[in-house]
């Protein structure tokens, strides 16, 4: 029942986190549920272990039909590397409690922002080029990467997010390149994680599998209905995530 439960988790996680990011809303407290006497840890690393092998499906998957912007990303791409590798390591040092209380009210904002802006992300109009638009991209991956690695729920709503409001994107060029930086985040979180034996291996390969069906169909469905369709599906992420969150930090 164990195994059913936490891959039916996966497959759905692997299908929200494919469009918009936020499968960790799903899993995490799966795992968590399900394990409740296990380390923070060793959950936070299985979870990583099976988000990389969707991620990195629909990172492939978009990147057959959406031109990605490779010079521009490569920066991103190692500055989330770093970052997220620093925040699993801190997260076997320290708990992750104070964050907690502080990422239902960053969503709020989050939510908030996006509903008040009605055509935010709605045309892909890239605001910088060049040098400007590495560092910035850079930037965006060291600060999220660090966040993911230490604690993850929204991890892709805050890249999204970021590359829209900052770069100017359309939510489905935002997505398709937060894809790129959760990969390498992911990555990284998932050497550390399994260096210091915190990641479950009989688990992984049924979440994995299950992650990479739901990050297929997600993928399809986001190619299928366009930008649109992804800002709605964000909308919902971010004000399930503000709830779940919400709930953990101040009514539990």
């Known amino acids: 029942m164990e195994w059913i439960i936490v891959s039916l988790a996966s497959l759905l996680a692997g299908f929200v986190d494919a469009i918009v990011g936020g499968g960790g809303l799903i899993l995490l407290p799966a795992l968590f549920a399900t394990f409740a006497s296990a380390p ?13 092998w969707g991620t990195s499906m629909a990172t492939w998957q978009y990147s057959k039909r959406v031109q990605i912007p490779w ?18 390591w801190a ?30 992300g709605l045309q892909h109009a890239p605001r910088f080029r060049g040098r400007t638009e590495r560092l910035i991209v850079g930037t965006i991956g060291l600060v999220i990467g660090l966040y993911d690695g230490f604690f993850g729920p929204g ?27 959760n990969l390498a985040t992911n990555v990284s979180a998932f050497i550390l994680f399994a260096a210091k034996g915190h990641i479950w291996w009989h688990f992984m390969v049924p979440l994995a599998v299950a992650n990479v069906l739901g990050s297929m169909l997600g993928t399809y469905m986001a190619l299928r209905h366009g930008t649109g369709f992804v800002r709605a599906i964000f909308i ?12 953990d930090a101040f009514l539990r």
């Open 71 to 88: 010079r521009a990303m490569v920066p991103g791409v190692a500055a989330g590397f770093v970052g997220s590798f620093i925040g699993a």
């Open 155 to 181: 991890t892709g709503s805050f890249f999204v997010f970021a590359f829209v409001r900052l770069l100017g994107y359309d939510f489905l060029n935002a997505s398709v390149s937060a894809k790129l930086l």
């Open 40 to 52: 923070p840890a060793t959950l936070l690393g299985t979870n990583k272990a099976a988000a990389f």
């Open 91 to 120: 997260v076997t040092q320290m708990s992750p409690d104070f964050l907690r209380k502080l990422l239902p009210l960053v969503m709020v904002a989050v939510l908030a922002y996006t509903l008040a802006k009605k055509d935010l």
């Open 236 to 247: 919902l992420v971010v004000g399930a995530l503000i709830l779940k969150t919400g709930y």
